[in-house]
């Protein structure tokens, strides 16, 4: 196989793009990793998105064309690298990391049918993927929550809040 990859879900504040930044270090330290590297942060399959600061939702079935183009985008890659033939693993080879890709649609169209996405995700079984489910300790949610904009969590007096 010419392709392999990770697909890193979770909820918010779960480490995600952390793990994300951590692979894309690894990966380009690493003398024997391939050459080939395509990583999608989450903003390139979300369902909610910031455009020129309006959010803008995707419609069910804008998701999963989204989608579609996501996965049928690696399927040329791996399929440009498998015609040029035989070599060296790491300068055929194709690497890829999703930030955040399938579940959300799970999630957020919940009562629809789910045969297209499952043909989404058995395509991406079928280039390699690895799912990877980060998750929050009940104990500590809070703490994650707050750690990301400390500035916002600060406790104010009503005379400080007027």
């Not at 989404?120 to 750690?147: H, Y």
């Amino acid at each position: 196989m010419h392709i392999r990859g990770i697909i890193l879900e979770g909820y918010s504040n779960a480490g995600k793009t952390s793990v994300l930044k951590a692979i894309k270090r690894y990966q380009s330290q690493e003398e024997s990793s391939e050459r080939s590297v395509v990583i999608l942060g989450e903003h390139y399959s979300q369902i909610l998105n910031n455009k020129h600061g309006e959010y803008v939702s995707l419609t069910r079935e804008g998701h999963i064309e989204l989608l579609k183009e996501r996965v049928e985008m690696l399927k040329k890659l791996n399929g440009w690298a498998i015609q040029l033939g035989p070599a060296s693993r790491g300068s055929r080879g194709l690497f890829y990391v999703l930030e955040r890709f399938h579940l959300n649609h799970r999630a957020a169209f919940v009562d629809s049918d789910l045969d297209e996405i499952n043909k989404i995700e058995e395509q991406l079984e079928s280039l390699g993927a690895k799912c990877i489910l980060l998750t929050i300790s009940p104990e500590v949610v809070e703490e994650r929550i707050k750690s990301r904009q400390p500035e916002e969590w600060i406790y104010k007096t009503e005379e400080e809040v007027r």
